[in-house]
């Protein structure tokens, strides 16, 4: 049986992701000192304390490749009044954002796809923390399991 103790752990590993906010890496740090230390008091310490750091490493993931995807549509667009070939031309380099380029727009929406998941990846932690404190457990979605 799920005590109350059991829970409020639980609990705070999901709550502890918020430290990233005060500390950096604190959406990792804080969950990990957590889990470790309390994960052989309980199953469904350890289960909430593997997902949330699944979580975690999958958002940092999905980041990462969204920010690969994005730098270059962003720089490309930015720079395409540019011509590489006259580097002694720059008299004439101006960026104008009266007119936007395709790739801008592109940039745009993959940082419109960001802002997105960061506001479903905070829904998603609160649920999660939700679910713990009532004993249930929780899987977020389009988590890889890197614990296993």
């Not at 740090?29 to 470790?36: E, H, Q």
């Not at 490749?65 to 006259?86: E, Q, R």
């Not at 936007?100 to 745009?108: K, N, R, V």
Request: zero cysteines; hydrophobic letters at 55%; glycine letters at 8%.
């Amino acid at each position: 049986m799920i005590d109350n103790h059991q829970k409020n752990i639980a609990t705070f590993i999901h709550l502890s992701t918020f430290a990233r906010f005060f500390i950096p890496f604190g959406n990792f740090l804080g969950p990990i000192i957590l889990w470790i230390t309390n994960k052989e008091k309980s199953e469904f310490i350890d289960a909430h304390g593997k997902q949330a750091i699944n979580f975690q490493i999958s958002i940092l993931l999905y980041a990462m490749i969204l920010g690969a995807l994005t730098i270059p549509f962003f720089i490309f667009g930015l720079l395409g009044h540019m011509d590489f070939w006259n580097f002694s031309n720059f008299d004439n380099f101006h960026i104008g954002f009266h007119k936007a380029s395709p790739l801008m727009f592109i940039a745009g929406g993959f940082g419109f796809l960001a802002v997105i998941g960061f506001i479903l990846e905070l829904i998603f932690i609160v649920i999660a923390s939700l679910k713990a404190r009532d004993g249930e457990l929780y899987r977020y979605p389009l988590t890889i399991n890197f614990l296993k």
